[in-house]
């Protein structure tokens, strides 16, 4: 069954797509293409900078991602490692090919999760291979809030959420949250 693009929308937890591994995607088809685009309309529509395909329903290995230059925020073009976008990317069947420098504690939110955020601690360098929308492989060092955005992606690939991830001090603090949510699912 092709997935027709306008039928997707954000997955909120506890929906069971966030718990489950997506798999490779493979060939990069118009189908592909037309889910990435629908991808990057949810991502603008809820402000987000990054969002998964499992995350617009769609059990795939694909996440997009934006993080533009905030020269306040240490985020410029140009900078190496890189620290910001010019455009939003694609990554299909992406491939953590390094992680380095010591775990760092930061606050992240994730568009699934409304109103929780929470300090999660991941090294401040990564290095990832992926396939662009022309089906060409690529490869970025990225450093900073785009290294986080891209690590917080990819574990959604693997059913991986920030609620498993915080601090134990944050996980308490967003535990009455996290009940809410699951509260709210199981009403409808
Ligand atoms: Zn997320």
Redesign the pocket.
């Known amino acids: 069954m092709p997935v027709d693009p306008a039928t997707l929308y954000l997955r909120l937890y506890p929906d069971p797509i966030l718990r489950q591994k997506a798999g490779d995607v493979g060939d990069v088809t118009d189908e592909v293409r037309a889910v990435a685009a629908r991808m990057l309309e949810l991502m603008h529509e809820a402000e987000g900078i990054?969002l998964?395909a499992p995350?617009a329903g769609v059990p795939w290995r694909m996440f997009v991602a934006y993080v533009p230059p905030i020269p306040e925020d240490d985020r410029h073009l140009g900078d190496d490692p890189m620290t910001a976008h010019d455009e939003p990317r694609v990554y299909i069947d992406p491939v953590i090919v390094e992680m380095s420098g010591d775990l760092e504690p930061y606050e992240e939110g994730?568009?699934?999760l409304p109103e929780i955020r929470g300090e999660v601690r991941r090294t401040p360098i990564v290095t990832i291979e992926a396939t662009d929308l022309e089906g060409n492989r690529f490869r970025e060092t990225c450093e900073g809030l785009m290294a986080r955005c891209l690590m917080?992606?990819f574990d959604?690939l693997e059913g991986v959420?920030?609620i498993d991830r915080m601090t134990p001090m944050s996980r308490l603090k967003n535990r009455s949250r996290v009940k809410d949510l699951e509260k709210q699912a199981a009403m409808l």
């Open positions: 990054g998964a995350q994730c568009l699934s917080h992606e959604h959420l920030i």
